[in-house]
């Protein structure tokens, strides 16, 4: 049984953000940027500190290429960031689109929810807390579209490290509703658009709020 | 769904390619049929003998002059096109191809023809390249090993061996089954007709489906959705090494291992790694009502059984249930000394069947139990009649666990597995059993 792959492909990060507004899925705000001089208002506007994340359809892992700048606190820092970016994408032979400025998001718990297809029950949801929790241990919780608020609630108590969400020693608890409500929201999303891969990592998320930080976004 | 009954509850049934040589499935299949005392009416079909098995054998299917409602057929697999068309001419409304050769071999153009068959004439078919289908409460052994014993238990699989040998487990357990389905290549009857089948089959308790993958993932989840009887799993192609074996032994295309746990838990089904814990949430659940709650209450003869019990429901997420402190006052003055008073609740070597059910009565009062774990770690004889009794008496689900009891061991299990009491020969697999199941249950509400 050979089934026809269909080509999918990543939106730029721009396009990601616009899909996940229209369903208020929460975003630091930002800007999407061509030059230099933007990228300095844009940081103004938004307010330091600011992160910058390059914008290219040839760049799939923007940190893996020094492609993400975090913590930029002034101007002179924005404009050192900018160059050092076009410089990378060239030493890499990469063509750019532009840069992304963002609001600072810290201080919080990293999770990373994904959406994807499996062979057997089609699309389904993946959640997890961030970096060694999945990459090491994978400690992650699945649930097949279409699901439920029980659902959500349930596969984020899944997973053995979401103590970490409900207050582990003197940490307090996190926004762990505001988690529930990004994964329906997203599951509708898929439902209703054409979107072959989600991966937001991370998502951060903090006491009062929970932000998606990072996104990529496949289309058929 | 009725449309199976005629499969199952079949009145009259032929076996096309019934031998007298013992060592084809067309003799050891017709003489299980005979030997598990069929409560209908057998045709042998082997054109080249005059008995079979002592039976008259007929020609064809024609050649049979009444109704027949079943046929088995185990001929070679080119042949298979003919007798069908036959089957269908004759009114034949349910066939089981025991037959191999068909896609699985490459032959896809014969399968399409067989399918085709069926199709026009509306006949349900198990098959083909499978080992057969038993159903007890028809007496009705079409395949092998024979098995006769009535059982709670429904098992489809898409490996004969696997519902071979869970169903002569639960028959050397004294536990029985309702069926065996062995699946074969699927090219009719699928796990959802028969998921729908045993969920409204009244000898059904509990289904469990051995499958390397589902025929249609969406409707999997939406028959899961609707079914009302416990479900237990095994659903092997979890590593990359095991999915390869599943595309070549059924042309599988398996999906992702934490997938197929989500889906289990979504859906409250029960997910199983190996065959052991298989088989005993299937025994569990087609022996016991739904677990009210995960409170242990442990009584038991033996000092390290009840150690390993402790260490097993805290690992397993259970819990021991707590005995208020007037209840243990009052027991503590009843009964000797060298007796622990509390949970672990241990009787020592004095125990006895009356000790026991004299316990477990003066626990059942107690409102934080819901179920009791009695451990019998010596050969007590009469235990299987006091735990039945005490069964009547209290509300809590009982699950025994007996171990070290050597041969009066095996004769109390089987009176308390012939009654439809649960007993496991380890704490561990009493305790895994009942976390299994109990995580299912909980999913639902």
Redesign the interface.
Known sequence: MITAVKQKEMLLEPEAYQILRKYDIPLPASRYVCQENEAVAAAKEIGYPVAMKVVSSEIAHKSDVGGVKLNLENESEVRKAYCNIMKLAEQYGHCVDGVLITEMIKDGVEVIIGCSEDAEFGKYIIFGLGGIFVELFKDVSVRVLPLTSFDVEQMISEVKSSKLLTGYRSEKAKYIKGVVDIILKLSKLIEEENIAEVDLNPVIVREDDVYVVDARVFVY | MSQLSCLFEAKSLAVVGASNNPSKYGNIVLSNILEGGYKGVVYPVNPKEALVLGLKSYPSLSDIPDDVELAVIIVKNHMVPDVMEEAGKKGVKSAIIISGGFSEAGEKALQEKVVEIIKKYKIRMVGPNCQGVNYTPNKMCATWPLIKQEGKMAIISQSGSVGAELGKQAENEGIGVSAIVSLGNKADVNELDLLEYFDQDKNTGAIALYLE??SN??A??NMAARLKKPVVILKPGKTEAGQKAANTHT?S????R??????C??YGLINTDNLGEFYDCAKLLSMTKKLRGKKIQLVSSSGGGAVLACDAIVEENMELAMISEDRCRKLKAKYPQHFTVGNPFDLTGDANPALYKEIMLELSKEEGIDVFMPIVGDPIRGVAEAFLEVRELIDQEIVVCFFGGAEVQVEETMKMHKQGLPVFPSPYRAVKAIAQTFQKKS?IN
Do not use: P, Y
């Open positions: 993958a589902v993932g969406k999997f989840l042309n295309i398996t999906g992702k934490e997938v197929f746990e989500g889906v838990r979504q999913s």
